[in-house]
């Protein structure tokens, strides 16, 4: 039956799930002659849908799932379809074929097929349907309370009973169900409905849906059954969601445990004892006379298998030992479950650390699948009933869940707001998260009211020195090394203190530090998530005194001044990816480190932090950083300080300013550093600012002064013999070549340069010339070639993680495939350089994919997507002020627009390129374009002075550039081109 996705519903649904009761038995006993009987089925069930308005939405085997806009019409289905199915007649019985049927009602998340246009849909209201269903025997249909509220008058001459609460499998919420029967079934009686509800647990309901965390309860669930597996304690700090997975997993067990799954909440307990009058409790064990340790080991000895579900262990994990490691010593058929946020020190315990939700600036799934989105919406619903997600409200729903360190107990209390507040002000409030994040419920333990108290609760379990070295910790960003732990944290006046690297393994063991095993550098580093650190940082006051903070902050700044020092000789030296490697992990710390040393007043220090750091940030981004971390230093230097060390930060930052495409301010920028720089007698510092001033001035279209500039830089550097820099110069000198269609000269001129940076070892520089290269050669036709040398370049920026340079490489890389017709690879080089570009804020780079995008949408035909690729990346180049680049645009704007009919705004546009070319001097390939494309328009209208004019200078650009006709990417274009020139 073919649906198309416009007439399935969406919104709120109705479900039902349909299955054959025995049917894998009877195909046994039957074989082919069960046919007959599955296709009679069939043919009931698919009367049926179509008599009550129902969507057909997936069969499996002999199991249907079927959607209803009302729940009216999903119950009326399952009568109609049960009384029709009373005819179907097992053969070797004679019995009817029973079947079981589930109907509820909610919003699943609705997806179509991108193939077959089919509505399909997903989520948790979807899985609570199905076990419905699966809790139904064989001709029973069973609704839930959601659906019968809905039910209008479907129910009218039905038999309704109430079920009562049911406990599903894999589901936390009870369910209330009610059994729903044709009135002439008056005698009917069924066994006991298949559900978990009469399994020994104690295991409380939960009045919200589980979101998100699908890996980890199956990981659980799996190896809780693993050979040797006894018990697991999960790990993390207070609200990362270890007492509620702890719960699912239980549910999801439970049925595989004759001794059942108890939890137990530890909260209140102080000793030992007080852990086994819990623990007792919970189990229905009485103590008597022997204490309560004692009679839970005795009881747990003689039960069937049994799980344990202990919650909040860690303010009494001293008592570990003696109650939870002795009951795993004498119950071999007793498994536990513990929540802690320390680990207990048990012989046996498997640590599973529960790390947060996912962030959701990284997935690329939609806004409406990713996990902390999910939770997000999920509770804001629950707040504002009315609350919906949507393209305005998603980017900072986003970026609230992202800010919070995907903590699911933050992401609830900031999605509570939801009922006075919109998410863009949740978000603009996250400065102040511990007043913000608070919660008005009552029936929630203190620890979980509010943010602040649950890590408050990890916290005043802490010894005094493990406070102090935790405050201490709380300078770092971004995490940090053993070796940066042992030269900034100090405790040496605590007599009982351990060093500065084991206290940082209990902070770690005690939740309050993270550790990841795979940093870049390939040593483990320590994290801290966002709000801990924010708690740390009040607790300050209290545990360091002046002295030991301003101690504190000194060897903070001491510590990353020799650590970039170390490091930016090492990449001086030729160890370009292993420095970066090292450096950019600890890019927040040495940014930190150099605001702190601005603050106080060590205005050279904080300069040589900056001038370190700047070259990673520019190959690996991202752009934003740089600009405020060299504005601040600027404005700090004395007016009449060091002018060189000047000039370094304005070379940095107008570079930064170029990166970022704010080309303004690299003008005046770069005007700045050159002005001074001739003051300083430097040759190098003046071949700097000539290549900064030089790199603007050709961006900006003013290549006879950009080719200037570049020469004179050539020549300052070969002065101070900077090999490197004269390298850079001359591919400078290439790029003005490029531009100004002398390829020959620009190919000489990109090799000299690639040949230098070999020797000189530097390894980014040789892939930037590579791409100039592979420009040149892509624009004088030799497609192969030029693809050739920019895959060299993509390797060697792959080689040291150049990511700056590896987008560059993959968007060239993709115009040279669409040239050569191999348009899914080009598509596939774009998204990846996209995505890079947009990470690290480069606009310029940004605008080249989606001219190279767009370019392949109108060659599938994809006219207004192109167009809109054509707009966005024209608008970029223009707040950047690059001409040329505007012109291109432009250019392949009126191409797409020609090509849909619209030949006047097309002209229009094509004599605005060409009008904006001839202002700055700028011909080569986009002159050529325009002014050919420009040609064929005008002679289509009329204008065949005009016509032959434009042809004329078109055919003599493409001569003395020595292109081909498919230059204009027309054949029409350039047969217009040759009559017009030879007539």
Partial sequence: MGVGRESMPTGTVALVFTDIQGSTEAWERLGDGYRAVLEAHNDVMRRAIVSCNGHEVKTEGDAFMVAFATARDAIRFTLESQAGLESVVVPDTGDAVLVRMGVHVGEPICQADPLTGRMDY??????????????ANGGQTLITGAARESAGDALDGARVKDMGDHRLKGLERLEHLYEVVPASWSERVFPPLRTLTSLPTNLPAQSTNFIGRRREWRELAETIFEEGVRLITLTGPGGIGKTRLSIRVGDEVLDRFAGGVWFVELEEATTPEAVGAKVAAALGIPVGTKGAVEAVASALEVRDETLIVLDNFEQVVEAGPETLGLWMKRAGKTKAIVSSRVLLGIEGEREYPLEPLPDPRTETTPYAERDAVRLFVDRARGANPRFELTDDNAPDIVEVCAQLDGIPLAIELAAARSKVMKPKQIRERLEKRFQLLRSSRRDLPGRQQTLEGAIAWSYDLLETWERAAFCQACVFRGGFTLESAESVIDLFEFDDAPMAMDAAQTLREKSLLTWSEAAADGEGRFGMYISVRDYGRLKVPDMLDEDARNGLMERYIDHYLAFVEEWEAERRSGALREAMDRIEPDIDNILHAHELALERGRVEDGAALALAVMPTMALRGPSSRRDPMIRKTLEALEPDGDAGLRVDLLCGLGQAQVDAGDWEAADKTSREALELARRTDDPVRLGNALIRRADIERLRGEFEQAGSDFAEAREAFEAGGERSGSARAASGLGSIAWQGGRYEEAIGLFTEARDAFDETGNRAGTARCLGGLSIVLGERG???????????????????????????????????????????????????????????????????????????????????????????????????????GVALFRTRRARALARMGRTEEATAALQDAVESLEQVGAGGRVACEALGWLAHLLEGSGDADGAREKAQRSAGIRSSLGLGDEIYGSSDVSETIERLVSG
Avoid: T, W
């Avoid at 970029?876 to 690059?882: E, P």
């Fill in 122 to 135: 997903f989520g948790p209201m979807v899985n609570r349907s199905a076990r419905v269903s699966g809790a």
């Fill in 782 to 884: 030799d497609h192969q070639a030029a693809l050739d040398a920019i895959e060299d370049a993509e390797e060697i920026c792959r080689e040291i993680n150049d990511r700056v340079g590896l987008a560059r490489s993959l968007g060239n890389k993709g115009i040279e495939l669409r040239e050569l017709g191999r348009l899914e690879e080009a598509v596939y080089c774009f998204a990846e350089a996209e995505v890079l570009n947009r990470q690290m804020g480069r606009k310029a780079s940004l605008s080249r994919n989606l001219g190279s995008r767009a370019m392949v949408m109108e060659r599938n035909g994809e006219f207004e997507d192109a167009l809109r690729c054509y707009e966005q990346g024209e608008d970029v180049q223009r707040a950047m002020g690059d001409v040329p």
